[in-house]
């Protein structure tokens, strides 16, 4: 059974472009590659007709992963997110208690996080540890370096 992710709009806009862009361009580039080393003559000595066809097994494995991600996307209203408790897309002020520094993340899907930009994943051991917490509440997160107790200062949309 496939895991059910929840997305902005912008974000799965983003996963179905890809997906037609996979579908109509790229499909059409391994068309024509295969296409072209077909022409070069024998098949059965042919490295480059080898190599495309190989391309596009992978190319299909692409779509099909990524249909399979878009067809068990759920659109998340951001309207109806409950700022008492720390969910999906909720913006989360985060103070370390033992450097005192601050930190605003937001909570996305895995597809959507970016470092960067303060985004990060809830499958992310921060996203984990923060989940269901309520404005003043600890969460201690094991973190590669180490355990990392965070307080949650301001929960938002």
């Not at 520094?101 to 597809?111: F, I, K, P, Q, R």
């Not at 303060?118 to 509440?137: A, H, T």
């Amino acid at each position: 059974m496939s895991k059910i992710n929840y997305y902005t709009e912008e974000g799965l806009n983003r996963l179905k472009a890809e997906l037609n862009d996979l579908k109509t361009k790229g499909r059409t580039a391994i068309a024509h590659q295969i296409a072209e080393a077909r022409d070069k003559g024998d098949l059965s000595e042919n490295a480059e007709y080898d190599a495309a066809k190989d391309a596009q097994g992978l190319h299909e494995l692409k779509i099909s992963k990524l249909e399979e991600v878009v067809a068990n996307a759920r659109l998340l209203d951001e309207s109806s997110i409950d700022t008492s408790i720390v969910s999906v897309l909720s913006n989360v002020k985060i103070k370390n208690k033992k450097t005192g520094a601050e930190v605003t993340y937001t909570l996305v899907s895995e597809e959507e996080a970016d470092l960067k930009q303060f985004r990060i994943s809830v499958g992310s051991p921060i996203g984990k540890g923060l989940l269901g917490k309520k404005v003043g509440e600890s969460a201690e997160i094991t973190v590669p370096a180490g355990k990392i107790e965070f307080e949650v200062i301001e929960i938002s949309r």
